[in-house]
């Protein structure tokens, strides 16, 4: 008897969208986590009077992590194409 794990291309394409929703995860929560530690760093070099440069590059990083993280969540909610009878 010869059996081969993922010899199904369908068992294929799930083993990778969970690898890639996993990478998503990873990409946001890091995303999240470097805003959060450098909005809580010193401002860093002055933009302007009022804003340092660390709370831009963390405004930004979390403006990506929110994008991340709603692309998954789209991802996930929307389901597959290929689901239904057949």
């Known amino acids: 008897m010869n059996v081969r794990l993922l010899a199904d291309p369908a068992d294929r394409r799930f083993?990778?969208?969970?690898?890639?929703?996993?990478?998503?995860?990873?990409?946001?929560?890091?995303?999240?986590?470097?805003?959060?530690?450098?909005?809580?760093?010193?401002?860093?070099?002055?933009?302007?009077?009022?804003v340092g440069v660390f709370h831009v590059l963390a405004t930004a990083l979390?403006?990506?992590?929110?994008?991340?993280?709603?692309?998954l969540l789209v991802v996930i909610f929307r389901g597959s194409d290929d689901e239904g009878p057949g």
């Open 15 to 50: 083993v990778t969208r969970l690898w890639h929703q996993a990478l998503l995860v990873v990409l946001a929560c890091t995303a999240g986590l470097m805003s959060v530690a450098l909005y809580l760093a010193a401002p860093g070099p002055m933009v302007t009077d009022d």
């Open 62 to 71: 979390l403006a990506g992590s929110v994008i991340l993280v709603m692309r």
